[in-house]
């Protein structure tokens, strides 16, 4: 009888026990799963790499849980650097490449663009600066529409009127899958400014070359003719035509110089100048080199110069030239010992924004309304007598009006009959040129 009692107590006891180690046993897995738990949030909330949990040791097969996925961040890790150093060499690349690049989203928003196109186009995200023209474009709005639709690349010839006049050959390519940002068009754009105007610096350099040398050069060979024959012997014929042939001379050698230097100007007239310039200091220098043609005239400069005047972006040797070439154009065709006014000084332009003015003004016969507009054309003269013998060659004031479009300024002339001239050229200056950058 004593036995048979004994033997449920002792069966509740194994049993007690057995229920202690399971539980022991959960506790010990829940707490080394919540150990393993904890160092996997670390993980995924630092840098991916699995520190295995400090403390007692874990249970061999949480222990070889934990190394697995050890080595499954490790792999995660490595192949998500991978990706990032293999994205960073594809933005090195696009950003290194010399061609503008943009990337539009599905709706045409600007995501991106490399270093070429931001020299350009300026700010692109969101459309802002120069390439909201550019994607307004209906040759280039009419390819993107084609690359979505027909899913191939497409191509587009565009000329950009302003802020000046550019060429440039556009491809556009729609990105099957989209790219990482969500990019689905590409537009690779090629400026072709500087290879059509090479193209037509060539046409026109022969065009008027040949036109305009050839009066100078008809008169030198008709006088050589005549030194060789008739005026063999004559000393005062002979003293006077080699008079005549050196001034032709000279004037062929100004007109070849003024149509090689319009011809570099135009070719870079699409890329804006750097630097700064001190506008008085570039005025006071011209002045000083034109001291001969003032005192052979017996003309007098009344100049009113502000050093504070800081043309920004500028090209300092350009402005030289628009200074020159206006300072000359006043004398040449000025009064013969009257006076001519030249000033630099700060002020805005039309649109009220600050630069830097510079105004050359003469007292000669005026100018007609109906000549104006037509003055910075090539070879136009008001009058191509009195041009021709005052040593002009028609070119002076083309060539002030392409620097100025390439500073971005403004040209005004102003003029009635028999009341003078007067040329006011704005450029942007350092105040304009900050606003623009905070603008931006």
Known sequence: MAGGALAPGIGLLALGACLAGALLVAALWIGNLGRLAEALRRAAAEDGRLVPPSGTPLLPAVAEVAEGVARLARTLAEQGALVGRLRRADEAIVESLPDPLLVLSPARVPLRANAAARAIFGVTTGGAGDVAALLRHPALAEAVDRALSERRPQAADLVLPVPV??????????????????????????DRTRERALE??????????????????????????????PAEDDKPARTRFLGIMAEQSERMRRLIDDLLGLSRIELVEHQPPTGTTRLAAVARAELAALEPLLQARRM????????AALAAPADAEQLAQVVRNLLENAVRHGREGGRVGLSVATGEDGGKRAGVVLEVADDGPGIPAEHIPRLTERFYRVDAGRSRSAGGTGLGLAIVKHIVNRHRGRLVIGS?????????????????????????
């Open 200 to 229: 037509r610096m060539r046409a026109d350099f022969v065009a008027n070359a040949s036109h305009e040398l050839r009066t100078p050069l008809a008169s030198l060979i008709g006088f050589i003719e005549t030194l060789r024959g």
């Open 165 to 190: 006049a550019r060429e440039i050959a556009a491809q556009v390519i729609p990105m099957e899958p989209a790219l990482a940002d969500g990019g689905r068009i590409v537009i690779v754009l090629s």
């Open 416 to 440: 009635e009959a028999g009341a003078g001239a007067v040329f006011r050229v704005w450029l942007p200056g350092r105040a304009e040129a900050a606003s623009s950058r905070a603008a931006a």
């Open 300 to 307: 007098v400069v009344e100049a009113r110069l502000d050093e």
